[in-house]
């Protein structure tokens, strides 16, 4: 069965600094990816999504994923962190033949000043 | 791009009573609506799958007799919340799917029960 592992419950950077937060799937087949982006009492916006070709993705607000088979994972990048990206992450894939995406625990971003 | 919206944004209701959420696609026609619900500091549990001009899916463990599914068109589905009672407070989220699973995301409805 499909599964999304989000290791990291909270995260907190300093703004500037770079960012990565991990997401490994467990999926038979080539997987559809996707990140999502929460702020506090609203619903989720898309990042990014990956279904095939180039394993490294851009999304919108400057982050990134990169697509690797070999670690099952497809982790979330973004060079410079701005105060506006604290919110929680969420990794998710596709549910094989139906539309359905399966998500992870999440990751909340916290940004110091 | 895709816009989905919710309505209302927030309702607060007395025990006992019903609860109707709207979904709507604003800008494209979707076949397959989901609903979600999110409680404080958790990801998101998907309880139905809403299709046009059919029955819904519904999730193991979720009552499909309370927590009523109506997609009448390819740009609405409704979730009613029947008889509702304060362990039914939640956030409710629906989506819209696109296809290749790619889902597009309402802003939430805020339901407290009292």
């Known amino acids: 069965a499909q599964s999304v592992t989000q290791p990291d419950i909270h995260i907190t950077v300093s703004e500037g600094a770079s960012l990565e937060l991990r997401c490994n799937y467990s999926y038979g087949a080539t997987p559809y990816l996707f990140w999502y982006v929460q702020s506090p009492g609203q619903g989720l916006q898309l990042l990014l999504k990956y279904f095939s070709g180039d394993t490294l993705v851009q999304g919108i607000k400057g982050f990134e994923a990169e697509f690797k088979r070999s670690q099952s994972s497809f982790n979330l990048r973004k060079p410079s962190v701005h105060w506006s990206d604290a919110a929680e992450y969420f990794c998710a894939v596709g549910a094989g033949n139906t539309d359905k995406l399966i998500f992870g625990t999440g990751t909340r971003l916290q940004v110091f000043p | 791009g895709a816009v989905v919206s919710q309505h209302p944004s927030r309702v607060i209701c007395k025990s006992g009573t019903s609860v109707k959420i709207e979904c709507r696609s604003l800008d494209f026609q979707a076949t397959t609506m989901f609903w979600y619900r999110q409680f404080p500091k958790q990801s998101l549990m998907l309880m139905a799958t809403?299709?046009?001009?059919?029955?819904?899916?519904?999730e193991q463990g979720v009552e499909k007799d309370k927590f009523l599914i109506n997609h009448a068109s390819l740009t609405l589905s409704t979730l009613t919340v029947t008889s509702a009672h304060p362990e039914d407070s939640s956030f409710y989220i629906c989506s819209a799917g696109l296809g290749r699973n790619e889902q597009f995301f309402g802003p939430g409805t805020r339901l407290t029960v009292l």
């Open positions: 809403s299709n046009e001009g059919s029955k819904a899916t519904y």
